[in-house]
């Protein structure tokens, strides 16, 4: 799952190192895609300090929730089926349908969570920006994060866009996943590749919708209170 979906199995939190560690995961990924890090191995010291272990049972929410949604009859049928709408478009560029179909699951029911009005993101990011960084520091360096500088830096710059509001934005989703496959394949996208994957998205958003909200329902029945 994407940020507001991982968001979404902790709305209710009151802990911002919680809903930080939450999102953790992903977040290292963006800064360094083949990172390995195994809080679990570093779980009796993180517990020593409230908002690391915070942090840790936030981070394990998040392997957890994502370890129940890709077991899931949910994802993997409309993994199967979007790849199917998504390959014609594919054509002359180096995406493997397979993995746009993945990514884009993920980014629709993020959408969804908007375009319900089931989740606050104002409130996500005060959580963000009110995280205690020290210890988020200390975290990093704890699992072995050998660069934390460079991650907070990142992190400052992805709290102040606030770039997941624009999520309730099919283009703006377009855009994003295609970003997310430059990282994966060198290529260069243009405006109908852009549109095209817009209206593909959408449609199949407007066909499916309705079961959206199903797999939240799966996911926070199979998770580990």
């Known amino acids: 799952m994407n940020f507001l979906s991982h968001y979404y199995f902790e709305r209710y939190s009151t802990s911002s190192e919680r809903v930080t560690g939450c999102l953790l995961p992903d977040l290292l990924k963006h800064v360094g895609k083949s990172y390995a890090f195994q809080p679990l191995k570093h779980q009796a010291i993180l517990k020593q300090r409230v908002a690391s272990n915070d942090l840790f049972i936030g981070w394990m929410r998040h392997v957890d929730v994502d370890r129940v949604f890709h077991g899931s009859d949910f994802f993997l049928e409309h993994r199967h089926k979007l790849r199917k709408v998504l390959e014609d478009m594919l054509v002359g560029l180096p995406i493997r349908p397979s993995f746009l179909a993945h990514i884009s699951i993920e980014l629709l029911l993020d959408f969804y969570l908007l375009k319900e009005d089931l989740i606050n993101p104002n409130r996500l990011y005060e959580h963000l920006t009110a995280v205690d960084k020290p210890s988020l520091r200390w975290f990093l360096d704890t699992i072995g994060n050998e660069n934390p500088h460079s991650f907070m830096e990142f992190y400052d710059t992805f709290v102040e866009s606030k770039y997941l509001l624009k ?44 079961s959206f909200n199903d797999v939240f329902t799966v996911v926070s029945e199979g998770i580990k209170h």
């Not at 290529?187 to 407007?206: G, I, R, V």
């Open 167 to 210: 999520y309730v934005e099919i283009d703006f989703l377009a855009e994003a996943l295609l970003n997310i496959c430059k990282r994966v394949w060198n290529f260069q996208y243009n405006y109908d590749d852009k549109m095209a994957l817009s209206e593909k998205l959408l449609a199949y958003y407007d066909e499916h919708d309705h």
